[in-house]
């Protein structure tokens, strides 16, 4: 039984009080380790711990006036300490991206480590299924033709290493994100120094970026949400092709369909793959907000404001879709309908084309000349397709082919365990050996 991933509340981690909560952790970091420097009052920092809180109407109300939210937040926060002596010494030292910034990276801290319980999550279901259907044979399609034989397990095990790999990029790309800079208006580390510098975000449970303008530069943020954005692409993924299997003529997959659930206005028979759908509309909009993410690292000098703006929606955004593609498609594949007999059913439908591959092998390991063998194969594989006739009666009377295959080697060719043979050793190279000997 997989452990219940339970959603926390993305939404939480963007809200304004916690943005601002976030400010001031920032805020309140800086004081406390100037204080241990001697520079600022032990007092007075003492008391900003203490006493300084945030108002989120109020700060709203003073930027309304001043146009500046971190001078808003300033103001209304030393209103809160009650203590001018104290209140002044808030903000020392820093400029406003200093706050914003380190802050950002503590808000893309916590909205990641929520995307990462879901990407393990989204890894144990997708184990559980493939594990569920290694043996269940399915038609492989290439260019949306039937192929060879494959199973809806390997199918799975396949959107597994990918979700690995997308845990592997994710933790990549979110450490490039865990750093924080308190360098001053330009990056020079004038007023506090280099050693302050470390010492603040060391509080704060970040390193120092080596070195900055007056913003983190957007490169680490374009390789973020770019992370997101493949993670977004590899749910399309799974959703496309649950969409492609549920479609009346294949009917091989289908997603989960409520009780009340109603597929159509017009039609009471329909039960369209509504969820998958929407997994793959969602990925359209995180891919184009890395567009957005990519734009910003070009910024005039030691920065302008252009990127500002554009990453209060994106990162909210993509995280937040992120975090609910990842629950929806998990339940999804985690709750979807099989059907094995139609996957055979299918397989079957060419009546022995898809051995072709098999076929020209086994007559070219027998010595019959490769190009012989190919037309051979090709011209009964293509009257076979036209005529919707049997494949494998019209080769077992080829004299061209008997030449070189008798009854037993043509039953092998045509035997679909040993299309499959190799399905155990895939599994064990994708979850490991021991898991494989366990299953």
């Given at each position: 039984?997989?452990?219940?991933?339970?959603?926390?509340?993305?939404?939480?981690?963007?809200?304004?009080?916690?943005?601002?909560?976030?400010?001031?952790?920032?805020?309140?970091?800086?004081?406390?380790?100037?204080?241990?420097?001697?520079?600022?009052?032990?007092?007075?920092?003492?008391?900003?711990?203490?006493?300084?809180?945030?108002?989120?109407?109020?700060?709203?109300?003073?930027?309304?006036?001043?146009?500046?939210?971190?001078?808003?937040?300033?103001?209304?926060?030393?209103?809160?300490?009650?203590?001018p002596e104290a209140a002044r010494w808030l903000h020392y030292g820093l400029t406003s991206n200093d706050v914003v910034d380190t802050?950002?990276?503590?808000?893309?801290?916590?909205?990641?480590?929520?995307?990462?319980?879901?990407?393990?999550?989204?890894?144990?279901?997708?184990?559980?299924?493939?594990?569920?259907?290694?043996?269940?044979?399915?038609?492989?399609?290439?260019?949306?033709?039937?192929?060879?034989?494959?199973?809806?397990?390997?199918?799975?095990?396949?959107?597994?290493?990918?979700?690995?790999?997308?845990?592997?990029?994710?933790?990549?790309?979110?450490?490039?994100?865990?750093?924080?800079?308190?360098?001053?208006?330009?990056?020079?580390?004038?007023?506090?120094?280099?050693?302050?510098?470390?010492?603040?975000?060391?509080?704060?449970?970040?390193?120092?970026?080596?070195?900055?303008?007056?913003?983190?530069?957007?490169?680490?943020?374009?390789?973020?949400?770019?992370?997101?954005?493949?993670?977004?692409?590899?749910?399309?993924?799974?959703?496309?092709?649950?969409?492609?299997?549920?479609?009346?003529?294949?009917?091989?997959v289908e997603e989960p369909f409520g009780g009340e659930q109603r597929g159509s206005s017009a039609m009471p028979h329909k039960r369209?793959?509504?969820?998958?759908?929407?997994?793959?509309?969602?990925?359209?909009?995180?891919?184009?907000?890395?567009?957005?993410?990519?734009?910003?690292?070009?910024?005039?000098?030691?920065?302008?404001?252009?990127?500002?703006?554009?990453?209060?929606?994106i990162l909210p955004d993509c995280t937040i879709l992120v975090d609910y593609m990842l629950n929806r498609t998990g339940s999804i594949?985690?709750?979807?309908?099989?059907?094995?007999?139609?996957?055979?059913?299918?397989?079957?439908?060419?009546?022995?084309?898809?051995?072709?591959?098999?076929?020209?092998?086994?007559?070219?390991?027998?010595?019959?000349?490769?190009?012989?063998?190919?037309?051979?194969?090709?011209?009964?594989?293509?009257?076979?397709?036209?005529?919707?006739?049997?494949?494998?009666?019209?080769?077992?009377?080829?004299?061209?082919?008997?030449?070189?295959?008798?009854?037993?080697?043509?039953?092998?060719?045509?035997?679909?365990?040993?299309?499959?043979?190799?399905?155990?050793?895939?599994?064990?190279?994708?979850?490991?050996?021991?898991?494989?000997?366990?299953?």
């Open positions: 039984m997989i452990p219940r991933y339970t959603r926390s509340e993305m939404g939480r981690v963007w809200s304004g009080e916690n943005k601002f909560q976030k400010w001031l952790d920032v805020e309140l970091a800086a004081t406390e380790t100037l204080a241990e420097a001697g520079i600022v009052p032990r007092e007075a920092a003492a008391k900003l711990r203490e006493r300084a809180r945030i108002d989120v109407a109020r700060i709203n109300e003073i930027e309304a006036k001043v146009r500046h939210d971190v001078i808003a937040f300033t103001i209304a926060v030393q209103e809160t300490v009650g203590d802050a950002q990276a503590l808000l893309v801290r916590e909205a990641s480590r929520l995307i990462e319980k879901g990407l393990v999550h989204f890894g144990q279901i997708l184990e559980k299924r493939a594990w569920e259907f290694k043996d269940t044979p399915e038609i492989g399609r290439t260019h949306g033709i039937h192929a060879e034989p494959i199973t809806f397990g390997l199918k799975i095990a396949n959107w597994y290493a990918e979700n690995q790999r997308d845990s592997e990029r994710f933790a990549a790309a979110g450490h490039a994100m865990a750093v924080g800079k308190i360098s001053g208006a330009v990056g020079t580390c004038t007023h506090l120094g280099p050693e302050v510098e470390q010492k603040i975000c060391a509080k704060l449970g970040l390193t120092a970026a080596p070195i900055t303008s007056q913003v983190l530069e957007r490169d680490r943020h374009a390789q973020y949400v770019s992370a997101l954005a493949i993670i977004a692409a590899s749910l399309e993924r799974v959703a496309l092709e649950i969409r492609h299997l549920q479609r009346t003529e294949v009917r091989e369209n793959p509504v969820s998958s759908e929407q997994i793959c509309g969602l990925a359209r909009v995180v891919r184009a907000n890395s567009v957005a993410a990519t734009e910003n690292i070009a910024l005039w000098h030691e920065r302008d404001i252009s990127h500002s703006s554009v990453e209060r929606v594949v985690e709750n979807m309908k099989v059907f094995p007999v139609r996957m055979l059913r299918n397989l079957n439908a060419t009546q022995g084309l898809v051995f072709s591959g098999q076929l020209l092998q086994d007559l070219v390991e027998h010595g019959a000349p490769r190009e012989d063998a190919y037309k051979w194969v090709q011209g009964h594989a293509m009257t076979a397709w036209e005529s919707e006739s049997s494949f494998q009666d019209r080769i077992s009377s080829d004299p061209n082919v008997r030449k070189f295959l008798d009854e037993k080697a043509l039953a092998q060719t045509f035997d679909l365990h040993r299309q499959l043979r190799a399905v155990e050793a895939i599994f064990a190279r994708v979850f490991g050996a021991k898991k494989s000997a366990a299953h």
